[in-house]
């Protein structure tokens, strides 16, 4: 079992940045990628960006390429999301998942609130 951990959401005005962090706890010997995901009620989770553990590729939604920047620290199991120029439609409830393996057996955290004021 993996314990995934976000932290680092609140409240920003739009054009600021936010830094979001999530480690992975537990059985993590077997970390394959970690990954930002967000969702705002009533609409289908979306992801965000993604990293590979051992050769660091990431990928970028659209909205998130120029703007996002995923990073990982990998004695520290720990993954994170710099978001700069934020826009109210940023504002999102943000997860972070762990693929142990493959994203089969993936884990996941409780969410970090990200509100981005006009």
């Known amino acids: 079992q993996v314990h995934v951990e976000e932290s680092g959401g609140g409240l920003v005005q739009a054009g600021g940045s936010l830094r979001l962090s999530c480690t992975a706890s537990?059985?993590?010997?077997?970390?394959?990628?970690m990954a930002w995901f967000r969702q705002v009620p009533g609409q289908e989770r979306e992801s965000v960006a993604s990293?590979?553990?051992?050769?660091?590729?990431?990928n970028y939604a659209d909205f998130a390429k120029g703007r996002f920047t995923i990073s990982r620290d990998t004695p520290q199991n720990t993954v994170h999301l710099q978001m700069n120029s934020l826009k109210p439609e940023d504002t999102a409830v943000y997860y972070c998942a762990a693929a142990s393996g493959t994203w089969a057996n993936s884990f996941w955290g409780q969410g970090t609130q990200v509100t981005v004021s006009s």
């Open positions: 537990g059985r993590t010997f077997n970390l394959h990628a």
């Open positions: 990293i590979s553990w051992h050769g660091g590729h990431t």
